[in-house]
Nanobody, 124 residues
Framework: QVQLVESGGGLVQAGGSLRISCAAS????????MGWFRQAPGKEREFVAA????????YYADPVKGRFTISRDNALNTVHLQMNSLKPEDTAAYYC?????????????????WGQGTQVTVSS
């Protein structure tokens, strides 16, 4: 089992920055990739970014490419999402997820563990 706990959400003005983090505990050695998804009210959960644990390579959804950066701290089993140039449309609950085996990192059903989410609100 892997437990995921997000932190760092909050309220920020458009154009501002925010960093959210996800701390993993438990059987983290089996992690293949970590991802961030978000869900706005009335909308489906959507992929934001993912990082392959072994290589540290990141992959981003088009709406956030160039503005968001995903990174990981192996020693602390933590994944960060640095969000810059935030827009009101980035407002959502952000969820961290862990994938045990290989799969499509953009698909939520490929992930095995999920955090409880952290709210990010961007005001205009």
């Amino acid at each position: 089992q892997v437990q995921l706990v997000e932190s760092g959400g909050g309220l920020v003005q458009a154009g501002g920055s925010l960093r959210i983090s996800c701390a993993a505990s438990g059987r983290t050695f089996s992690t293949y990739a970590m991802g961030w998804f978000r869900q706005a009210p009335g909308k489906e959960r959507e992929f934001v970014a993912a990082i392959w644990w072994k290589t540290g390579s990141g992959y981003y959804a088009d709406p956030v490419k160039g503005r968001f950066t995903i990174s990981r701290d192996n020693a602390l089993n933590t994944v960060h999402l640095q969000m810059n140039s935030l827009k009101p449309e980035d407002t959502a609950a952000y969820y961290c997820a862990a994938m045990k085996n290989g799969g499509d990192v953009t698909r939520s059903y490929e992930y095995d563990y999920w955090g409880q989410g952290t709210q990010v609100t961007v005001s205009s």
